[in-house]
């Protein structure tokens, strides 16, 4: 039942019910129109205290394609927050109004720490370089419409895996099913946290390289999925500049790919895949954005417990 | 050999590992104390070399969950009449709570800490804790 639960860590929910989100996804894909009253007269809140394109956008069109309507603010100094009110005030204040809440906020575990003071469900949207499991949703529908379903199926996670919380959300998942192989591509600074390492990938003893070269790895891969090194994540700008252009796929390395490797990408690129790149069919990265609102319309409902 | 006199009622934790010894003696406030406190720094022991012996004369309340995070193998011996009532079994914490504090300046509660601080054992060998937030991995006590 997931009715009233909040979506703060991919480890939240089980398989099933992820399933019952999946299999409601791909119901709104084929008929969306029959959802656009579902959630007439409820309310979404959205706080981002984070900058955000398309996980705002995409939860605000989700819940105004559900006949229900938004509240929130898009950056922080334009909420209470200035004036110095904690986390937990905030989301109390705003359970007083909305029906639902999604927080993105830059410091980990934010999320977690609202989720204790409220009782209406609360969606994490990204918390600083940790998690972020509804693009994990978005990923998971773009791979399942793609190629079926996740399982027996070799995974490439390119470019910032330290702070990249959309790679930990989704490795996390994807390390539920079986036959799942990961090749983790990033320089050695940028390496997964020890955790997930540790804690999710050995300790489920799922096969995987850490490798600093794309090229020799493209064969290999169903999916390559490539991140953003995220300027925000570094406290050293030289860090960063030293770090950003380290993988830039390219045509010519997707001639490694096979002709059914997909290309992911959680958006906004930089340029770590050229332009080019947006022509070849493999590339995927904008039809998972839109499928990232069907996901999203999927969560809303099931949490809300409506239909 | 330095000698401290026995103790008639009170607490002998023993076995702390060299350095801890004085750590503890904070967390306990034991610096506060207006009974008699022995904190005995670098004494021989066969087993681990040198170890920190605090003896307190007094029955306090103690947190074994602290005790336990820096070593299960510190003794703690209940003293009445002189002799050794009761011996404390110290087991590695599963969970602490408000002990330790997350020293990943990303993490939440390096802005907020109104909320418990918790983190949860990962591995009993490495002796390492997860931050329940973030997530973030620490070794608070390295062997």
Known sequence: MLKGRSLIDPSDFTREEFREIFDLAHQIIENPEKFNKSCEGKILATLFYEPSTRTRFSFEAAMLRLGGTFIGFSEPNSSSTAKGENIADTIRTIECYADIAVMRHPKEGAPKVADQYITMPLINAGDGGHQHPTQTLTDILTIERLKGGVENKTYGFCGDLKFGRTVHSLIKFLSNYEGVKFILISPEELRVPEYIREEIIKKKNIPF???????????????????????????NEEDYVRLKDRFILDNEK??????????????????????????????????QAKNGMYVRMALILKLLGLK | ????????????????????????????????????????FNAFSKKMGRKDIIKINNEIDIDYNFLGLINANITVNIIDKGTISKKVKLEVPTT????????????????????????????????????????????????
């Open chain 1, 209 to 235: 390289e850490e490798v600093e070269k794309m090229e020799p790895y493209m064969g290999e891969l169903d999916f390559l999925y490539m991140t953003r090194v995220q300027k925000e994540r570094f406290f």
């Open chain 1, 254 to 287: 997707m001639k490694h790919a096979k002709p059914d490797t997909y290309i992911l990408h959680p958006l906004p690129r930089v340029n770590e895949i050229s332009l080019e790149v947006d022509c070849d069919p493999r590339a995927q990265y904008f039809a």
């Open chain 2, 1 to 40: 050999m330095l000698e401290i006199t026995s103790i008639e009622k009170g607490i002998v934790i023993d076995h702390i590992p060299a350095g801890y010894g004085i750590q503890l003696f904070n967390y306990l406030k034991l610096d506060k104390a207006d009974y008699t406190v022995a904190l005995i």
């Open chain 2, 96 to 143: 602490v709570t408000n002990i330790i504090r997350c020293k990943n300046p990303r993490c939440i509660t390096s802005i907020e800490n109104y909320f418990n601080q918790q983190f949860h054992l990962v591995d009993k060998e490495k002796h390492s804790y997860r931050c329940e937030y973030c997530d973030d991995i620490v070794v608070p006590f390295p062997r």
